[in-house]
């Protein structure tokens, strides 16, 4: 009988994609990855940039430097992800084959090694052309090779909640458990379910009877059961800002669990995500034994227009353009507190705010710092933001996440929409931005929470626009 040999999969890879992820040659898995040599030059063209683009495209050649060690790259060698990789190029006098009009351009070039693999196969082997390059997809599938996106980090993404709907003849004491001791097993609760589930650690939870009724919940790993999110009360209401939607009361509780240290907030414009964890950090601060000693707040430096060019001043005044929406966030948190007390004797309710706020800036409660200054830092007992998030790459993020320290604790947030980063935004995307990137590894840690923030409470006009625009 004959044995019948399963053909694997011919990956044609260009510079973009090496670019966007240095290990895409394992990521793509136990198939052969061919690279034209002209991706090799590309690599070395970018090498020296001092950006994102260049550490990546340094980071890319060394990978390749430990293939190189192992055998020859023109005969091939053997992956780490048991695949093959080998380097191949073409003959300018082929462009021939190519359609007219097409240039002899290293692009026309990676599809010409396509079609020649295609060619010496027989039609035997799936070719694919790999790119994150749009156009260059779009002429491969015109000269009838098959080509796609990387599609490596485009799982569908982490939103850290989850509906659990109980069944009709659901036990109706598990509503007056979780309610009169704020928190539930798991296996009581997993045995009324419709339809299993997927238990994340901090998987933010809305436990939905057949009748209607709902309440919410954080499913914790360690304890084997689920926590009751308990809304704020009346007097709670009074001392300021609260959270005005589930969403912002599942994050509120994720910011303030001393077992969680590291928090996502993703969300439209609106949602609250800045505002959530600036009242978190602020309310945390000096505050018992479970207390931060700082909030700072670090935030991009990147303009969302034309950039200004050279700005006079000191490092503070340069800077103070990109504090103004922390310190919107923190006068607004103090008025709402001023409106529900007494002021200070003698003061207006604004000299009561401004000296609050002054007092927090000059005993360096809080500090807003723009990122660039992180590297080298050790941050300990300190309730760290990172607003706007999705305009850092990968290697920021990694940088930023490793200078947390005992007793700390770290917020990313940011809208994946809204990618301003115009240094490095021909590589960022939704999908392969630094806050993203920190979803996806995450997940299912134990120190991690996460929540999708959905529901915008700027004004009907924000959540119109974030919805229609």
């Known amino acids: 009988m004959e044995t019948i040999i399963k053909r694997k999969k011919v990956f044609v890879v260009d510079t973009s994609v090496l670019v966007h992820d240095d290990k895409a040659i394992e990521h793509l898995g136990d198939n052969e990855v061919v690279l ?64 007219v009009g097409f240039e002899r351009t290293n692009d026309n070039r990676i599809i010409l090694l396509a079609k020649k693999i295609i060619d010496e196969s027989d039609g035997q082997t799936e070719v694919i052309l790999i790119s994150r390059d749009i156009n260059l997809r779009v002429k491969a599938n015109a000269c009838g090779i098959k080509s796609g996106d990387y599609e490596y980090d485009k799982k569908g993404l982490y939103s850290g909640t989850k509906i659990l709907e109980f069944q009709e003849e659901c036990d109706a004491d598990i509503f007056q458990i979780i309610h009169g001791e704020g928190f539930i097993g798991e296996d009581v609760v997993l045995k009324y379910l419709k339809e299993p589930v997927e238990l994340v650690p901090n998987l933010c939870c809305f436990f939905k009877k057949p009748t209607g009724e709902q309440c919410l919940a954080i499913y914790k790993k360690s304890l084997s059961g689920f926590k009751l999110v308990s809304k704020f009360n009346k007097g709670q209401k009074k001392n300021g800002v609260v959270p005005r939607n589930h969403e912002q009361l599942f994050a509120y509780h994720l910011l303030t669990d001393p077992g969680i240290v590291i928090v996502t907030l993703v969300g439209k414009p609106g949602s609250g995500k800045t505002l959530i964890s600036t009242l978190a950090g602020y309310n945390q601060i000096d505050e018992g034994p479970n207390s931060f000693q700082q909030l700072i707040v670090y935030r991009p430096n990147i303009e969302l227009g034309p950039k200004l060019g050279y700005l006079p001043g000191t490092l503070k005044e340069k800077f103070d353009p990109w504090t103004q929406p922390i310190l919107d966030q923190l006068d607004l948190i103090l008025k709402d507190r001023e409106k529900n007390n007494k002021s200070k004797e003698g003061f207006s309710k604004n000299q009561a705010i401004n000296d609050d706020l002054e007092h927090f800036f000059l005993n360096n409660l809080v500090v807003i710092s723009p990122i660039s200054f992180l590297r080298g830092r050790s941050l300990h007992q300190k309730f760290i933001i990172v607003d706007e998030a999705q305009n850092l790459t990968k290697h920021q993020i990694k940088t930023i996440v490793t200078r947390v320290g005992e007793g700390a604790k770290i917020v990313l947030t940011g809208d994946l929409d809204q990618i301003d980063n115009q240094t490095v935004n021909r590589f960022l995307s939704s999908e392969s931005n630094g806050l993203t990137h920190v979803i996806q590894r995450f997940k299912g840690q134990e120190v991690y929470g996460h929540i999708t923030m959905k529901k915008s409470e700027r004004s009907p006009l924000a959540q119109l626009a974030a919805d229609i625009l």
Do not use: Q, W
């Open 36 to 99: 034209h040599g002209v991706v090799l030059e590309e690599l070395d063209g970018l090498k020296n940039k001092s950006d994102e683009v260049g550490f990546v495209a340094r980071s890319a050649i060394h990978r390749l430097e430990e293939y190189r060690l192992k055998g020859s790259l023109r005969d091939g060698v053997s992956t780490s992800a048991n695949g093959f990789l080998r380097v191949d190029f073409t003959d300018d006098r082929d462009f021939e084959k190519l359609p």
